[in-house]
């Protein structure tokens, strides 16, 4: 990210990217949830969260692969539950439902691990499935020692893993350090797998939307994810009531409320706690930030900062609230 900020942190429509991953695992229902950070990311993590009493923060001190990173956890969460989900708190696009599908999977099959996995016309960077010639799963296999015609292969890993908790724990463990890099993966455990138990072993779940696995390692690929889910946000407003006349112009942070029969008109930016409430008609070009609005409001051509405005208020055009409540 050529950032101070650590990658997980930088913000997606006003949360920290990490955020989104933990709203699947609220969604879930699991019943201990363990994020494994750098130290110096907890504190500053973990204030920006409401507490949750089954979440708790396992620092990694040496990165050495997502294995390891697994393992920092055990002491946290293995008492808890006769599966583990492992997900990356760079892929912010991930759906609950997919989640629960792989979940799901792995238990119906009796598998010891089960592999959420994508589709993709342009696969480049990723790890392939292999599936034999009945669909069961072979193996994951990396590009850089795939054949060219593993490198073919359009159904990709998407970094998500559910296993067996018995199984796992030992195994992880056990696991020797890759022989190319020296540091420890998790999918290194779908080989172990399989040579233990056969191709039944380990079992696979595409999406239905790539996107999903869309991981973030820079500014670009931050600013791709950060459309989609600002594109979830508004068709959830849209669908809630709210007109957006022009969603290419609108930016709603996810923290946003907005009642029905409001109209947001383009060139609108709403951030933070704002509350608008309902039959409003707001904008266009206005900038709202921990702003709230009461019903039947107008606003034109405003910036409104941290201030509440009572329900039939008039603002505009070319006016700045700040910090004030301005009476009926």
């Not at 920290?16 to 991953?21: D, H």
């Not at 996995?117 to 990723?126: E, M, W």
Request: glycine residues 8%; proline residues 6%; contains cysteine.
């Amino acid at each position: 990210m050529r950032s101070a900020l650590p990658k997980v942190l930088h913000p997606i429509c006003g949360r920290p990217m990490l955020s989104y991953i933990l709203d699947v695992a609220g969604a879930l229902d699991a019943a201990a949830i363990s994020v494994v950070l750098a130290p110096a990311t907890i504190a500053t993590f973990a204030a920006q969260l409401p507490p949750d009493p089954r979440r708790s923060y396992t620092a990694q001190h040496e990165r050495r692969g997502t294995g390891h990173a697994a393992l920092q956890a055990r002491s946290a969460i293995e008492t808890h539950g006769a599966e583990v989900l492992v997900m990356l708190g760079d892929t912010p696009l991930l759906q609950a439902e997919s989640t629960r599908r792989i979940v799901e999977a792995r238990r119906a099959a009796g598998a010891l691990v089960g592999i959420l996995s994508f589709h993709t016309a342009t696969p480049t960077g990723y790890g392939r499935i292999v599936r034999d010639t009945v669909g069961r799963v072979l193996g994951i296999v990396e590009e850089r020692a795939a054949t060219a015609e593993q490198r073919a292969i359009g159904e990709c890993n998407s970094g998500v893993l559910c296993f067996e908790a018995g199984w796992m724990w030992p195994a992880l463990a056990d696991l020797p350090p890759n022989p190319a890099s020296g540091e420890y993966y998790l999918t290194d455990l779908v080989e172990r797998a399989i040579s233990e138990r056969g191709p039944g072993a380990v079992v696979a779940v595409a999406v239905t939307d790539e996107r999903e696995a869309w991981g973030v390692n820079d500014r670009a690929q931050l600013a791709a994810a950060s459309a989609v889910v600002q594109a979830r946000i508004l068709e959830q407003h849209m669908r809630a009531g709210v007109t957006i006349v022009n969603p290419a112009t609108t930016t709603i942070d996810y923290s946003v409320t907005i009642g029905p029969d409001t109209i947001i008109q383009p060139g609108c930016v709403l951030r933070g706690a704002t509350q608008i409430g309902c039959g409003c008609d707001i904008g266009p070009h206005t900038t709202l930030i921990d702003a709230r609005v009461g019903d039947q409001a107008r606003l034109r051509y405003a910036v409104v900062e941290a201030a509440n405005l009572p329900a039939a208020a008039d603002i505009g055009p070319f006016a700045h609230v700040a910090g004030a409540e301005l009476p009926y």
